[in-house]
Structure formats: C-alpha cells, structure tokens
C-alpha cells in the first residue's frame, strides 16, 4: 500500500494499547487510539480500588508510544463503507484499517432488583463509587458479593481483611476455572479472613432489595451493601454497526483476528472470538492478542498474508487479601492442572502478575515490535477444526 496509512484503534485496555504501540514500528502508519478515559486502568487492580490500596490507574505517558494520538473520546457507530468511526460527541475519524479492543464489563444480571440496588466493580467508575459507598458504610454491616470468579474472590478477600463481614454467593462453584485443589486453597484462604462462602445448588441470587439477598433456596441475606461481580458483557458497538458477532456480542474473526465481514477491521482482547473459540478473559490472553492484532494489520499492508493466532495461556493467579495469594497453573490450553503455589508466595507471585502487564506495554512502547509470548497453544488448531467440522452445513 502506497503511501501512509492510518489506523484507529478503539479501546485503550492492555490489548488496545499493546495493538497501538506495536504498530508504531511503521513510519508510514499513523495510529490514534480512542479511549472513554485520559488514563490507563489496571483492571487486574479495581478489586484493590474497592478496598483502597491502589487507585488502578495508570497515567498513558507512561504505557502508549509516542507516535500514537490519544483521542479521548466514546465511539458511537462503524461506518464500514465510508471507513470512518463516529464519536458521540459527533466527530469523525477516518482509518484505512480498524482494531476494535473495546474490552469488556459487567453484564445485565437479569435478577429482579440488581441494577437497582446491587453494585458493579468491572469498571473504574463502577469500581470507584463503591469505594464511596463503602466509605458511608458502617465497618460492620453485612456486605454481600455476588459472583465465585476471580473479582467476586479478590473484592470479598479485600473487604474481609479491613475487617467488614462479608458473605461469598458462588453459585453453583466457587472459582469455576480452578483446579479442585487450587479452589481448596482459597476456600482455606477465605475462611482465615472470616469469608462465609456460599455455593451449590442453592447458591444463587432469586432476587435483590436495598437490605437483602435472597437466594434461590428461599434463604434471604441481610446485605447492607451488594456487589455484583457475576456475568460477562462487551459493548454492543459491533452489532450497532452491522458486524457479526458472537452470543455475547464478541466481533466475530478468524484466526488471524481479521473480522469475518471485512478485512479491513481486526478484533482483539475481550471483544474477540476469533473462528468462536474466544480466549478467557485476562490479561495473559489481551497482551498477545493485542499483539497479534498489529501483525496482522501491518502483514496486510505490508500485501502479506497474516499469521493465524496460536498463543496460549497457562495460569491464573488470584489474590486472598494484600498477604496471601493463590497462583494456579494450567496447560497451555488454559486448563487449570493441580499445581499451584498458595500463601505468601502466592501473593508474590499475584503481585508480579500484576506488575507485568504494564511492563510489557511500556517496553512495547519504548521498543515496538518487541514484545514477544513464549506460550504457544498447540491444541487450538484441532479444536477450531473440529468446531468446523461440527458446524451446520451452509454456516
């Protein structure tokens, strides 16, 4: 292609912006980055943010190339055929390709009384005003967390160690991803913070008021503040423009990341379910995606045919509080195996989880084209054949 071009890049997360730094390796590309936000949010940290040990942001001078223009700023529509995006403030940009990184957020719960009386933590400002209504909140009032997943785990280990009464609603498992011995270890963990755990059958929330929880069982919680941490949810800006998109609203892609409806726009992080096999949420997954993301924009310019994606990722780690710490392996599939290390080292091991992804982006940044994944998943090839194989005629 001759001449330069340009992309925007929408969502300035740890795929977003890994995307946007990677690109800059290019004289001839010129990337702007839109973001809702002035400021980088360290997901991995909004349950440190509830309890008040960290503010989860990151100033972007610190994690985004210079060569890549912030603009600040919601996309409000895709114009495919005019190749431009439409912010909601009315403003226009044009790109020659895009890379759709919006992330994602807390889902619609869908039991009566939830939005109105529950409280999200998946974003900054969700995250930042429960701290302000924890802050109103007496010490010992009961505190209910609804969700067994990671941020359901680490929000109710963080309220329990300054010493609120907190109760865990699992569902049908807590940590569903663990390994059962992994999942042993924060049970232990939660029960030294004084966490009451609730899982089963009966665990799960009927409905929501300003005082309660009352669960499927019949059992009703007293619960001065609830926390919604249960449920997945991505923008609905694809489907708004006319893109195809999974179930959950993911940009439907093959495996190069490249949207199945046009070339020209490739997919990454969250928002992404490349041939349907999206990746688990994480940041372990949005960093070489973000990466891959870039190569293939830059393989298309540079008129070569793009890599499939064949990274994986092989642990997650989970912190009980600022102390201790559960850190599960996995396979390179992302199946969690019996291994994992638990206690302070676990909380080590958390904390430089943590610490990583930003490293990794401020080395792209300064470095582009870089960043390099060592873990590469060997099964997801015969997995996305055989999901072929298995698709209706026609599909």
Same mark, same amino acid.
């Given at each position: 292609?001759?001449?330069?071009?340009?992309?925007?890049?929408?969502?300035?997360?740890?795929?977003?912006?890994?995307?946007?730094? @990677?690109?800059?390796?290019?004289?001839?590309?010129?990337?702007? $980055?839109?973001?809702?936000?002035?400021?980088?949010?360290?997901?991995?940290?909004?349950?440190?943010?509830?309890?008040?040990?960290?503010?989860?942001?990151?100033?972007?001078?610190?994690? $985004?190339?210079?060569?890549?223009?912030?603009?600040?700023?919601?996309?409000?529509?895709?114009?495919?055929?005019?190749?431009?995006?439409?912010?909601?403030?009315?403003?226009?940009?044009?790109?020659?390709?895009?890379?759709?990184?919006?992330?994602?957020?807390?889902?619609?719960?869908?039991?009566?009384?939830?939005?109105?009386?529950?409280?999200?933590?998946?974003?900054?400002?969700?995250?930042?005003?429960?701290?302000?209504?924890?802050?109103?909140?007496?010490?010992?009032?009961?505190?209910?967390?609804?969700?067994?997943?990671?941020?359901?785990?680490?929000?109710?280990?963080?309220?329990?160690?300054?010493?609120?009464?907190?109760?865990?609603?699992?569902?049908?498992?807590?940590?569903?991803?663990?390994?059962?011995?992994?999942?042993?270890?924060?049970?232990?963990?939660?029960?030294?913070?004084?966490?009451?755990?609730?899982?089963?059958?009966?665990?799960?929330?009927?409905?929501?008021?300003?005082?309660?929880?009352?669960?499927?069982?019949?059992?009703?919680?007293?619960?001065?503040?609830?926390?919604?941490?249960?449920?997945?949810?991505?923008?609905?800006?694809?489907?708004?423009?006319?893109?195809?998109?999974?179930?959950?609203?993911?940009? $439907?892609?093959?495996?190069?990341?490249?949207?199945?409806?046009?070339?020209?726009?490739?997919?990454?992080?969250?928002?992404?379910?490349?041939?349907?096999?999206?990746?688990?949420?994480?940041?372990?997954?949005?960093?070489?995606?973000?990466?891959?993301?870039?190569?293939?924009?830059?393989?298309?310019?540079?008129?070569?045919?793009?890599?499939?994606?064949?990274?994986?990722?092989?642990?997650?780690?989970?912190?009980?509080?600022?102390?201790?710490?559960?850190?599960?392996?996995?396979?390179?599939?992302?199946?969690?195996?019996?291994?994992?290390?638990?206690?302070?080292?676990?909380?080590?091991?958390?904390?430089?989880?943590?610490?990583?992804?930003?490293?990794?982006?401020?080395?792209?940044?300064?470095?582009?084209?870089?960043?390099?994944?060592?873990?590469?998943?060997?099964?997801?090839? @015969?997995?996305?054949?055989?999901?072929?194989?298995?698709?209706?005629?026609?599909?």
């Amino acid at each position: 292609m001759a001449g330069n071009t340009e992309v925007v890049v929408i969502g300035g997360g740890y795929a977003g912006v890994m995307a946007a730094n @990677r690109l800059t390796r290019r004289d001839d590309v010129t990337v702007t $980055l839109v973001n809702s936000r002035p400021a980088f949010v360290q997901r991995v940290r909004l349950h440190q943010l509830v309890g008040g040990s960290d503010d989860a942001v990151v100033d972007y001078r610190d994690v $985004l190339a210079e060569g890549v223009r912030l603009v600040v700023g919601t996309v409000a529509h895709i114009e495919t055929a005019e190749r431009s995006v439409t912010l909601e403030s009315g403003d226009a940009l044009g790109y020659d390709y895009l890379v759709y990184a919006v992330g994602s957020g807390s889902a619609d719960p869908g039991v009566p009384g939830a939005a109105e009386f529950a409280y999200p933590a998946a974003s900054l400002e969700q995250a930042q005003r429960l701290r302000s209504v924890l802050e109103d909140t007496p010490l010992k009032a009961p505190v209910t967390v609804v969700g067994g997943g990671p941020l359901g785990i680490e929000t109710a280990a963080e309220l329990a160690e300054l010493g609120r009464t907190v109760t865990l609603v699992c569902g049908e498992r807590l940590g569903p991803y663990l390994h059962p011995r992994g999942r042993r270890s924060v049970a232990k963990g939660l029960s030294a913070l004084n966490v009451t755990v609730l899982d089963g059958p009966g665990a799960t929330v009927a409905a929501v008021t300003a005082e309660a929880v009352r669960l499927a069982e019949g059992r009703e919680l007293p619960s001065a503040v609830t926390v919604w941490t249960a449920g997945f949810g991505v923008p609905d800006l694809a489907r708004r423009s006319g893109l195809s998109t999974d179930a959950a609203g993911r940009l $439907l892609t093959d495996e190069t990341l490249t949207s199945v409806d046009d070339e020209r726009i490739v997919a990454t992080g969250d928002a992404a379910a490349p041939s349907g096999l999206p990746l688990r949420m994480s940041c372990q997954a949005a960093l070489p995606l973000g990466t891959h993301a870039a190569d293939t924009v830059l393989s298309r310019i540079a008129g070569e045919r793009p890599a499939d994606f064949d990274r994986g990722i092989g642990a997650m780690c989970v912190s009980l509080g600022r102390r201790i710490g559960v850190f599960q392996f996995a396979r390179f599939d992302d199946t969690a195996i019996g291994l994992h290390v638990s206690g302070r080292l676990g909380a080590k091991l958390k904390e430089s989880a943590c610490q990583s992804p930003v490293k990794q982006l401020a080395h792209e940044a300064r470095k582009p084209g870089s960043h390099r994944w060592p873990v590469k998943d060997s099964t997801r090839r @015969r997995r996305v054949e055989a999901q072929r194989a298995e698709a209706p005629a026609g599909r």
